[in-house]
């Protein structure tokens, strides 16, 4: 993929820049949609894509083109067709496109073959128990690893394969100054609280349906993270993996109707953290 992009773009770095920044526009308008189409909210909002990109901004190295910037177009792909396994008359042409969209993310790095767990949960949420609809998802999530294979054999490039195959921590040596450190964890941490205080009352007036959408939601955010934390520190912005799932879940502490008061509260505090995030040194 790089070795496209330099022969159109060469060594201009605006060019990536810019690349990026329109993948992660584009990225939060579609994680609006997701949240919109499948009613995941009481009223049509823009609120997701807001906190989408208000966290993805609070680190430069999420804004930067990156694997992990196009991993999560595979998990926003897969969470959105795992939800529409309700919605559906051809179950099993969905389920085998989730774990094809799964599959893609652990090709990119390793580490992302815990999402395979995902992919179970939903079987388990939206699905009946039925033997064939369990083979279509394993048959959709082991596709790209028997394309993968043969073509590395038809090249010649087996021994590629233990290359693959790796974990690490995300922790690097040149870790951020411990003020920053301090305030963007403490942050995103109350964001978090705040949304899944509010998340509460709102999802307990929510059909079935959405409900799972929900705890599918919260698989994907534990999953994220533990997939961000085991991804080898030369995988620059590996965490920005859970930003999709905790934007999602903060965007209920902005649209509280209820408390207003909070709701505002909320959002001066996302926007003076973004601000500090932004002008401490790092």
Known sequence: MLAGLHYVFGKVAFAYTFLALLLTFIQALYVNSITNRHKMFN????IPAFV????GSVYPTFSQFSEPLIINWFLLAALDTMFGFTQTTQPRKL???AGFFLCLTALFQFSFLAFFLLLLVAMV?????????WTVAMMGYLTPFY???????LADGLHLLPQWAHIGFSITSHLPTTRYLVISISGIVLLLFAGIYAMQGNVAMSNIYVRRDWTAISFYLI??????????DGVKGSWLLVIPP????VAHALQMEK???FCNFIFYFSLLYLILCLFIPK
């Open 223 to 232: 999953l994220a993270v533990v997939g961000a934390f085991i991804t080898d």
């Open 43 to 46: 009223r049509f909002t823009y």
């Open 95 to 97: 389920i085998y496109n």
């Open 147 to 153: 394309i993968t294979a043969c073509l590395l054999f």
């Open 246 to 249: 905790i934007s999602i879940v």
């Open 52 to 55: 989408f990109l208000l966290l």
């Open 259 to 261: 408390n207003r008061r």
């Open 125 to 133: 949420l939206f699905r009946p128990v039925n033997l064939a609809e």
